[in-house]
């Protein structure tokens, strides 16, 4: 019965997938019915509050804690969960690999997955009489919206709203001044012999400019396979002359380092680069920007806004 879906470069599209705004709409009885439209366009429909949630990947789980609820079943990981309490929750794989043996043993009432991921995966989900509600992050609008789609579902709207204030007063914070110089940055999605510079259209590359710096990979053609990222090159990394290198790993990040540092040292310009000269070459923490850090998302704005400050 057990069944997986897996995609290579799992890791790279847990920050990737399709942007569609979350719908707004809620109706709520005296019988409790829920009614959502998730970010696939799909109307969802609970003939009561889910209780008994299960969350494909960490995103969804910090939002579902940060929301004063909890899980039943959460996304399988070698890593520590950062949601302490949901250590005791049964883990159910992950987006890219969806464990049913264990879906149904728990019987969910709703499972929040990813969209575009899991679509190919509602009829197996749904045969086993659980609810999915899919959602992506692309921007920290997305998590917004994750935030406030998540609260709808569980019916904790006034939580949402407040998670979402708190939000908006980080980035109001970072608003720099007009005028205002910006670091120049490449940011780096790195695992052992593959290296791609992450686009605006990503979800780190949205954090890295809400944070105060400027992405000088913006115009690289972005992958058919992952559009929002980019190849390197190395010839305009050199031309636009980053004063900050960020490398963003789902594991092994020291060894990550120094593959990328080993490859582009093979341009004898590499050498030359005001990143290279300073040692302003950083390994971001994984549970950060490896993948959708949900609220903490507010730790991501201080770390690279940080990162920017020493550069000025």
């Not at 969350?55 to 804690?65: P, Q, R, W």
């Not at 575009?116 to 086993?128: G, V």
Request: with cysteine.
């Amino acid at each position: 019965m057990k069944k997986a879906f897996l995609w290579p470069m799992a890791a790279l599209l847990l920050l990737a997938g399709c942007s569609q705004p979350a719908g707004e709409s809620i109706a709520t009885t005296a019988s409790q019915t829920v009614s959502v439209q998730d970010f696939a366009g799909r109307n969802i429909s609970f003939s009561k509050v889910p209780q008994r949630i299960a969350a494909l990947s960490n995103g969804e789980l910090d939002i579902v804690y940060a929301l004063g609820s909890e899980v039943v079943g959460r996304p399988t990981s070698t890593s520590p969960v950062w949601v302490k309490e949901a250590e005791k929750a049964l883990q159910v794989g992950s987006a890219h690999g969806i464990d049913l043996e264990k879906i149904a043993l728990l019987s969910p009432d709703v499972i929040f997955g990813n969209q575009p991921l899991n679509s190919k995966d509602i009829p197996s989900l749904e045969a086993l009489g659980s609810k999915v509600v899919l959602s992506s992050a692309n921007s920290i609008e997305d998590i917004k919206k994750q935030i406030q789609l998540v609260g709808q579902v569980i019916q904790k709207q006034a939580k949402a709203a407040e998670l979402v204030s708190l939000l908006n007063e980080k980035l109001r914070s970072y608003t720099p001044d007009s005028g205002t110089s910006k670091p120049r940055v490449l940011l780096v999605y790195g695992a052992p012999g593959t290296y791609m510079a992450a686009l605006n259209n990503s979800l780190s590359g949205d954090i890295l400019t809400k944070a105060g710096g400027e992405n000088i990979a913006a115009d690289y053609p972005k992958l058919e396979s992952y559009p929002q990222y980019a190849q390197l090159n190395t010839e305009k990394i050199v031309k636009s002359n980053p004063q900050l290198i960020l490398l963003m790993s789902h594991t092994s990040p020291d060894q990550v380092k120094e593959g990328f540092m080993k490859e582009m040292s093979q341009n004898s310009a590499w050498s030359s680069l005001d990143a290279v000269k300073q040692n302003r070459v950083e390994v971001l923490p994984a549970d950060l920007f490896g993948s959708n850090p949900g609220t903490r998302v507010t730790e991501s704005l201080d770390i690279l806004h940080k990162l920017l400050l020493a550069v000025k």
